[in-house]
Structure formats: structure tokens, C-alpha cells
């Protein structure tokens, strides 16, 4: 049942076509899943170079996008050695997926849904305040085409559309490139949830009520809806990981 998102930007490499995007994959998991441990170096040069039969170029061109991504740190006579998790950029687009590869799916939806009821409540009572006429238009023509879907797969498009729109409603530019980043994540959190049989009846409604809020310019009702569209979906998630012999995440 363990469900997870393709959208790396190394996952989803033909095998055999770059030999730099499977380095940059496979080491970066290795780190981000904790099998090379902050403070580690990265193996030998000579090592990576045969076991990917590489040019010294290629490789060092990996261990740079590594570099950029916040995984490793690069010293001259000391090698790359991996960073502490603090300093990794989690919300970039592979560091994700790479975690969301690496942690059991119990404890990465625990942990989304933990900065989910910081950030979405927040964000949707924000745009309740600052979100254009036209803004407001565009959370709406996700949630029609949310009520429009027929299947689960045609509801997860405008069903990340519809958050995310919120999230640029605020008129914050970094909260709106914080909603675009948790995509990936929510993705995977709506899948999950979407193995209900009832997931399209369950999440209309509580997307209806976050939408009328905002219509409203109402903030504290904005605010309130998203608490309990989350509170509900993480009862989802729960239904759904018990019935496949998992913990609850209570």
C-alpha cells in the first residue's frame, strides 16, 4: 500500500542514459536515509569513479549539485563530508523525495501533517485578507474542477491546485514558494488518503467550507476550516495506515 511521489528531478531517469543524475540519486538517498551519517565523508574518489566507471569531471559535478543542495560540504584535503540534517535544504525538490523515499510512511505523513497545521491555517487566514478578486476566482475554479473530477487520479491536480492557490493568495512570496514546495509532499499525503473509498464525498465539503471563508473575508473562519479539513484528513490517513496493520498517528 506504501504509495510514493516521481518527481525528482534524478527519479525519473532513463537507466543507462546519466550516470551523473544516478550518482547525484543514489548518494544523495544514501545520505538523506542515513546510511552515510553527518560528519562522514563521501567514499573515496577512486572508488566512486569505478563503481560508476565515470570521468573525474562527471563525478565532482555530482558531488557539486550535492553541494548546492545543502547535503555535503566540500574541503580541500578532507573530501566532501556530509552536513548535519539541520543545514540540508528539505524543501528542495529531490532532498524531498529522497526523504520521503527513505522514512517509513507513518513518520513522514506524521511529520507533514505536523507542518501542515502550522502553515496552511496560518497561510488560508492571510489570503482571507489579502487574496485578490482574481486570486479568489482561481481557488475557486480548483475546487469546480475538484467537484468535476470522476476518479481519485482526476482529483489530486486540482485538489494541490486548490492549496496551493491559497498559499499564493497571501500575497507573501515566500509563502507562496513554501506552498509550491510542500507539493511533492501533499501529493503523497493525498494519495494516501485517497485509497478511502468515500475520499471524493469526505473532501469536498471541507474544501467548500475553506473556500466560502475566504470568499467571506473571513480570517478566523479561513483559519478554522483549514484546522478541521486537517484535523479530518489526518483521521483519513489514520483509517487508512490501521487498515493496513500500521500505527496510528495519534
Not at 567514499?43 to 549539485?65: D, F, H, K, M, T
Not at 478541521?228 to 487498515?243: N, P, R
Amino acid at each position: 500500500m506504501r504509495s510514493r511521489a516521481d518527481h525528482s528531478t534524478y527519479s525519473a531517469q532513463p537507466e543507462g542514459k546519466s550516470q551523473h543524475a544516478r550518482i547525484v540519486s543514489e548518494l544523495g538517498l544514501a545520505i538523506v536515509g542515513g546510511k552515510l551519517l553527518p560528519g562522514d565523508k563521501l567514499p573515496p574518489e577512486a572508488q566512486l569513479l569505478e563503481r560508476y566507471e565515470i570521468s573525474r569531471p562527471v563525478l565532482r559535478e555530482a558531488v557539486r549539485v550535492l553541494v548546492a543542495k545543502g547535503l555535503v560540504v566540500s574541503r580541500q584535503r578532507a573530501g566532501a563530508l556530509v552536513r548535519p540534517r539541520n543545514e540540508w535544504h528539505m524543501l528542495d525538490p529531490d532532498v524531498l523525495y529522497w526523504l520521503i523515499q527513505a522514512q517509513p510512511q507513518r513518520d513522514f505523513v506524521r511529520s507533514l501533517l505536523e507542518v501542515r497545521r502550522i502553515f496552511e491555517p496560518a497561510a488560508a487566514a492571510l489570503a482571507a485578507k489579502a487574496a485578490t478578486d482574481e486570486q479568489l476566482r482561481a481557488i475557486q475554479a480548483a475546487y469546480e474542477r475538484m467537484a468535476a473530477a470522476r476518479t481519485t487520479a482526476e482529483l489530486l491536480e486540482p485538489d494541490l491546485a486548490f492549496h496551493r492557490r491559497i498559499a499564493e493568495a497571501t500575497g507573501n512570496d515566500l509563502l507562496a514558494y513554501i506552498g509550491n514546495m510542500l507539493s511533492l509532499a501533499l501529493r503523497e499525503s493525498i494519495i494516501l488518503s485517497s485509497q478511502l473509498p468515500n475520499t471524493h464525498e469526505l473532501s469536498l465539503p471541507r474544501h467548500k467550507a475553506i473556500l466560502t471563508a475566504l470568499q467571506a473575508r473571513d480570517p478566523l473562519g479561513a483559519r478554522q476550516a483549514t484546522l478541521v479539513q486537517l484535523e479530518e484528513t489526518g483521521d483519513d490517513i489514520d483509517t487508512v495506515l490501521a487498515a493496513d496493520g500500521r500505527v496510528n498517528l495519534a
